[in-house]
């Protein structure tokens, strides 16, 4: 069935004989009740026994589980606690001192502190590659202790789309197992594991939830060995997803093909107008024409190039800073991904701290300003980007 279809029909297990819930239950319950102790010892044993305890297993949880492995084509998935909570338990499980990771240099700031923390204490190597180029992965990976390449589908905020397929398939060719964070495209756009990705990472709080109301991650598997290995390193994190975050992503999961056709039709209409205004100098989005993964993201992204981009100010940070607080629809926030549109502006918020030249140095221009598209009327959107900047 086509992916429309699947995300509506979420997976529900049977409730009763002859009649189920439409909507998939929530069971807010910690621990699960046995009448035989034998029973209880076996369902301990593996993560898909019956429910003893919520932090290994809950009916909700596995629920989210199984939609998300079915939308993305897994074997199978595990749920997080958040975003970065898939994120630290994928990387804690996989590796182990003196092991080598290969990973793109534009990475979510999160994942980057996690790799630099591993590198710094626990003895792990971490080499940056460009993703744009397959030779670059091979080099890096020639050393026999490569265990991992992580990649971002979309990265952010440049709008990167690496050379997925060409990356991934060498990743199998070396034996090297590839994880993929495929929280900006979401399943609706790429489903990386059909590419030849081992592990698809997501923070469901931004686009599979939707709605900014909840926080949530989650690690598929196309191999459910690999699920099975890594499940009893994340019961021992305890960064497990909680029955209510399950089921509100559950609740957002129906209308993520309709969100992200709004999302993707709303951010290339606004990305194309603002990069004729003469006070913008850069627009930086992967569907529009002449940005660098422009080719890439035509063959790897189906159908749009998602809802974040972010374009820079003639103004520099003076004119960053009257932007984000000169819109009224749009808001001033964190995140992305949810139905509201939101910006951000890193030069006067999360890199206030650096002067023009560290600014420079880590890539962000002065006037740089990031915009998640929300799903509103593009009119009223362009509208409140027109007044911001006039303003500004
Ligand atoms: C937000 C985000 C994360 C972290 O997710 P949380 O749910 O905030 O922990 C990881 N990767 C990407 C690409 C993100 O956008």
Redesign the pocket.
Known sequence: MELDTRAVHVINEPFQEGSWPLSVPLVQSSAFAFSSADELAEAMAGPDGRYVYSRRGNPTVRALEQTLAGLEGGAGAIAFA????A?SGVLLALLKPGDRVVAQRCL?G??YAVLSDLAARYGIHVTYISGDDTEEFEAAARHPATRLLVL?TIA?PTGQVPELPGLLAAARRTGVTSVV?N??ASPVLCRPLELGADVVVH????YLSGHSDV???AAVFADDALRRAVWPRTVELGACADPFAAWLTLRGIPTLPLRMRAHCAGAAALAERLAARPDVTAVHYPWLAGHPSYAIARKVLAGGGGGLLSFELAGGREAGRAFIEGVRVAKLAL??GGVESLVTHPASTSHRELDAEALAAAGIAPGLVRMSVGIEDVEDLWADIQQALDWG
């Open positions: 958040s975003g970065m909570g994120i979510y999160g994942t971002e952010n964070d929280s900006l923070s469901t709080t931004k926080l949530g991650g995140s992305l």
